[in-house]
């Protein structure tokens, strides 16, 4: 890998996964067709990116002809033009083997360079086997020759990962699944989420060792990070295991940033050469299972009323399965979430599983949380095992595994809001609202426009016809009072005739 080196004069900035044309794998296992490229953007500057905001243009379903993303109530928080970028490029396409001008138009727009200069893009794939991968230690990998053991499976255990993984038999888990604490601050129950990172580098070594040595040959270890710390990971799992795939796990949410971070990694190892992937070979999958193999193709809507009309018309909307996933959303409704910061969605698992398991392997999560892995697993009759450290995340993981052995759904709606959260911004409760939100937020951006400026919580009192109050009580903060005033609003239609906005509309309001 060539991070290191280059991060030795440059400071490491954003890991872009652009998209590439389907299937374009350069090995020939039996692997997932390759569909994207990796973009690092480094600088010699030292503090944050700098760059200029750029927006992609929205993009509309075939069927239903609305935008594809559904903005619900929210059109209103949305600029006309488009979205914020994120940090996965699927609006653009190139070819990393023959043609990367749109890459390079992209990079010029978001650095705003004039057209008179020159940009360099150092195009790295011919310098890979020359320089060698650097460790600072001895590697804990080491190849194991012992038999296939049997396993006692259908268990959630409570403990340390790294004790309880000491007690598998070598060679006997068909899929090992992590996805760790990722050392972003957040708050888990029982660990701490920052530590420096030689320390976490260390700790992630000692458990995915372990996992290489309970895998049973040709099977697959698959770990969820964030890219930089997947590329830690590839180093560390390449000594000794054989790389199968570095699935792009594009996670949209809401734009937070001016990159929307928004770009996970499902990063896949095999012990030895890998098996024809069970997902890959079609032969005995039943329909559910099918479907989880068959992505939304990139332009189709999530609208309830397109896809059932879309499964009349005979499902035009399938594309073919790659290594960049943009179908699968992170749980947005806190009635799909139970009380554990980071849940993934059981969606992601089950593509998962249908690619890298049959009906009756064992797969395995040393972090598992609240139990989606347990849990779909189950689901989809595999035998399984999760480890989890917090007793408290692990009664969650039982209780649901008790659910769903009375035949209830445990990813089902309910009624509580969970009391823990993902990020620091602290939740409302559930309250009546006497003016709705966006009646609020339009009230301060018609103040907004009559003053010229993002009007002041002094102005917003002065000049609004509803109570201060429902605006201190109603938001988590100021920016979000302010959020359309900050911007132009949408329509899910499109736009036939675009409205120029003026410079100086967008100087006032650039905020967003
Ligand atoms: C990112 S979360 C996993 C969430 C899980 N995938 C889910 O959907 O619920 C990481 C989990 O690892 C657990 N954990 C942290 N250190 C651990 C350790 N040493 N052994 C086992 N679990 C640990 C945390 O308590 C947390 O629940």
Redesign the pocket.
Known sequence: MLLPYLEKHNKFQLWVALKTKHGTNTNQLPALPEQHASLIILSRYKESLKHTKTRIKYTYCPTCRKTTKDYGGKKHTYHEYGTLISDVWRDIECNPYDNIDSAIVRLRDLFGLDPFINLYLVDMRKCKDIIPASHEAEPAIKHETSGIQSVQCNRLIA????D?LNTIPTNSIDFCFA????NLK?K????DDALESVEYFR?CDK?LSELYRILKPGRTLAV?NIPLWAARHYQFLSLAMDYQAWIVWDAISFPVRMIMPSHYVILCFSKGSPRQLPGLDNNGMNEKEKESLSPLGELYCCRAGCIDLRRRLGNPDISAISDLWHDIHRLKHNSRRVD?????PPSL?RRLFALFTKPDEIVL?????????TLTAQQMSRRYLG????AQ?HEI?LRRHELLSKGVDPFGKQNTIPSVKNSQVQRMSKQKYHVSKKTLQLEVKKIGKDLGHLPTKDEVKQYSKYLFSYFEEYFVSWGEVCAAARTTGMSENPLIEKKQVSIKQMNLFSME
């Open positions: 403990g340390d990962c790294l309880v996805d760790p604490p990722y957040k888990y129950d029982k660990w700790w458990w969820l554990h910061p980071c849940q993934l698992m999560d040393c972090f598992n949380g609240a139990g989606t892995s480890i989890e450290l917090s995340y993981a």
